[in-house]
């Protein structure tokens, strides 16, 4: 364990200060294995959303953490799956991309759940970066199990890691939620990165753009909100969005205009609810994240789309980004 920030020895009179290090460090893992629980966590604010879904996530995501000593910036992957369609597929690929350009990779095991076929597909795809690109282990969801369940976890972790030819190079146990080792991962992962310069800015918390992670949070309200069947066939577009013009300088509102898309006909009064009470739900839900996180109001207009079987056509899948 590191020593909490200002009470170990400071540098001696006349030392140098330590290099600046900075680099790019991937976290991965299998669909739900607390991801962007934890890029949230190490960040410190809310970049990628977080939903109990498997597939959550679809975009590489990247949130910032700035340091005196060092900038992290983490990218948060997609769960890697066994595909069942086209968006599957391009998802997995995008993890697969981002192993091989990263300084550090961090793998999610959730000590709540046995290691089993999916995480031994993840340790041997690791394996194969061959030693090129440090990989670290990290024990999720401490929080949920007892010490003696931790510890049989990270011993699985390491003997099937060795099995599978994975060489850790840290073991690190971390609870996202309770914020319990969140510092001790940060630290881990920077002394892996090389002495570089800082990237980004260091007050930004992210490099994506406003609409990208205003489509997200959006998103993750219809994830709150919907039957189990329907989020993998949404998606979420941002069709327009700038300040309002002719408010007062103190009292600005952003006008965003925004489309739900699903996949079938039948899936449209499923998002909209009687009398189109769940749409005003979502609406409400998403909006309050969006202020919280833009620190403005916003005049949030949803509207419901389908864009037939979109999962699985390559053009429409271009056409929603992915």
Known sequence: MSSPAGLGPGPAPGAAAPE??????????RPNAGKSTLVNALVGAKVAIASDRPQTTRHVIRGLVNRPDAQLVLVDTPGLHRPRTLLGERLNALVHDTLAEVDVV??????????????????????????????????????????????????TLQKVGAELGVDWAHLVPVSALTGDQVDEVADVLVSL??????????????????????????????????????????AVTVEEMGLR?????????????????VER????????????SRLRAIGSTARRQIERLLGTPVYLDLRVKVLKE????AKKLNRLGF
């Open 20 to 29: 600046f290090r900075s680099g790019f460090a991937s976290i991965v893992g």
């Open 310 to 313: 979109w999962q699985t056509d």
């Open 193 to 234: 990165l090389p002495p570089g310069p800082r990237y980004f800015p260091g007050d930004d918390v992210t490099d994506e753009p406003t609409d990208v992670i205003v489509a997200e949070l959006i998103r993750e309200a219809c994830l709150e909100l919907v039957d189990d069947e329907l989020p993998h066939s949404i």
């Open 106 to 155: 961090a793998a999610c095991f959730p000590t709540d759940q046995r290691v089993g076929p999916g995480d031994r597909y993840l340790m041997g795809e690791l394996a194969k970066l061959g030693g090129s690109t440090r990989c670290v282990a990290l024990a999720t969801k401490t929080d949920l199990v007892s010490p003696a369940r931790l510890r049989d976890h990270l011993v």
């Open 265 to 276: 006909d039948s899936q449209k009064p499923i998002i909209l609810g009687s009398k189109a």
């Open 245 to 261: 013009e002719g408010r007062p300088d103190d009292r600005p509102l952003l006008d965003i205009f925004a489309s739900i898309v």
